[in-house]
Nanobody, 123 residues
Framework: QVQLVESGGGLVQAGGSLRLSCAVSGLSFRSHTVGWFRQAPGKEREFVAAIRWSGGTPYYADSVKGRFTISRDNAKNTVYLQMNSLKPEDTAVYYC????????????????WGQGTQVTVSS
């Protein structure tokens, strides 16, 4: 059974930092992609960042480029999202997801999803 469990969300002031974690279990394929998405109230789910489990250059949404960093620890089966210089517009529920393919931006390309973790940035 595939499970993705996010943690690390919370309340932070604008300009602050948070690190989200996504613990992945039950995946048997080595070429999958792990992505982070977010969804604010009343808005569609949007792509944030993605990384191949096997390595390579990560991919970021323009809105977070230079502020967020996605990384992985293969030994711990965990993917991280380091978020710096947070803005109020970053407030959303953040979801971790996994895909068998490299099609990082489209939510429909992902096969598995976590339950989400709330990130709130106050001004």
């Amino acid at each position: 059974q595939v499970q993705l469990v996010e943690s690390g969300g919370g309340l932070v002031q604008a300009g602050g930092s948070l690190r989200l974690s996504c613990a992945v279990s039950g995946l048997s394929f080595r070429s999958h992609t792990v992505g982070w998405f977010r969804q604010a109230p009343g808005k569609e789910r949007e792509f944030v960042a993605a990384i191949r489990w096997s390595g390579g250059t990560p991919y970021y949404a323009d809105s977070v480029k230079g502020r967020f960093t996605i990384s992985r620890d293969n030994a711990k089966n965990t993917v991280y999202l380091q978020m710096n210089s947070l803005k109020p517009e970053d407030t959303a529920v953040y979801y971790c997801s996994a895909s068998r393919a490299w099609s990082p931006v489209a939510p429909s390309a992902y096969d598995y999803w976590g339950q989400g973790t709330q990130v709130t940035v106050s001004s």
